[in-house]
DNA sequence: ATAAAATTGACCAACGTAGTCAATAGCTGA
DNA sequence: TCAGCTATTGACTACGTTGGTCAATTTTAT
């Protein structure tokens, strides 16, 4: 990894994000077995001798974009996210976003990762990325949140995951129409259209007054 | 499509199955170009001849699957429905665990009728498949229900993609937990989990007494 | 001007492909 | 039993694509 690393560290900002956004999106459509390095170098605008002389095999440079898509996504929620914050549906709203910032640089992490995720199990990850952050995903809906917001009769672990998923569909479903009728990405619509949803499920999850 | 079925309605039920399961499984995991018809023989357990006695050509086979795919499912809604139900709760649920059947016998019918939307639009499929029921769909959340048992301030179109996003993730949820741990496949589980979540937003969003 | 590093793309052996078709197996009715 | 038929097989083919290499070229740094 450090010798990747270290040759693409050479290489300007530019260049590199066509290499991996290239990679994730020929990886995320197809598996590992079909995805093509002639159609990622392709699409990358490089030749086939400097992708192989930055990653080596294809094995490396999947391995390469499983570690970078972890540390990313890792990187960008712990030091974005609010802490001190002790609401979890604004703390559910700055990680939303916090993501949809990073899915318009990076258009194939999102699915990349759900691929990384479905074949392979958190300890096989944990095994080949030792620093993987396995921890953050449930601090991220725990550590300092007050719970003693929610009604007393609403089951407070199901509430968070029909708020998470709410949250993930809705960005689903925009994207969808983006691919379909070329509609705009509109950051400032899919944030309100999100609010919306979320706002709702407070009013519905949050005692009376607790707004 | 005609000849196809012709030739279908010959060979046993088992074997059949056996063919659509496997080739759906293969077109699901793998992008059309990519599938192979080896792999789908191998699996069916049939010859690599037979498959194009049946079907004349891969296109021709991904064709019948989109066709079957939509069949089946519009099918079993509109039979098993019972549409004189007005509250969408229960609508919903019915709708739910309707899937969940089709999907034990059909196991890759979910993920391939998602990647045929994935691919081509609604108006597409319209024009290949001119009988599709395009309209059921709406009618599952439109068709003699009583919306009035909802307070008042809530938006029941954002409700409704609320409790239908809750559904389908608390089922992708399930079978990512099936298909890692080996964890057995319990319907009756499965049921329970669901209606947890669909009770929870029931009591929120539905005026107080109206159960 | 020179050395070193980065980048190229034609090239290759190996492999998997969709589709074919002569041969075989299995079944039918007499 | 056997002829006639259909359903089924899988070895085979022509071909496209693959991951990876490496001598040659360009770019950069000194």
Redesign the interface.
């Known amino acids: 990894m450090t010798i990747i690393e270290d040759l693409l560290a050479n290489i300007d900002e530019e260049k590199k994000l066509n290499i991996i956004n290239s990679a994730m999106k020929e990886f995320s459509?197809?598996?590992f077995q079909?995805a093509s390095t002639n159609t990622i170098v392709k699409e990358a605008g490089i030749s086939k001798g400097s992708l192989y002389h930055y990653f080596g095999t294809k094995e490396k440079l999947y391995e390469y974009l499983e570690y970078f898509a972890i540390k990313i996504i890792a990187e960008n929620i712990i030091n974005k996210v609010n802490w001190n914050q002790q609401d979890i549906f604004t703390r559910i709203k700055e990680v939303s976003l916090i993501k949809f910032n990073l899915f318009q640089e990076l258009p194939y992490l999102s699915d990349f990762s759900l691929k990384v995720f479905?074949n392979k199990?958190a300890e096989e990850i944990m095994h080949k990325h030792p620093d993987f952050p396995l921890a953050l995903y449930s601090q991220l809906y725990n550590q300092n949140i007050d719970y003693s917001l929610f009604k007393d009769?609403?089951?407070v672990k199901?509430?968070i995951?029909?708020i998470r998923?709410?949250i993930?569909?809705?960005g689903d479903e925009y994207r969808?129409k983006i691919a379909?009728n070329k509609m705009a990405f509109d950051y400032k619509a899919i944030e309100k259209e999100i609010y919306?949803?979320i706002d709702?499920?407070k009013?519905?999850?949050y005692k009376k007054g607790e707004k």
Chains 1, 2 share one sequence.
């Open positions: 459509k197809q598996s079909s479905e199990s009769e609403v089951d199901k509430a995951d029909i998923w709410t993930e569909k809705c969808r379909e919306g949803y709702m499920l009013d519905s999850f």
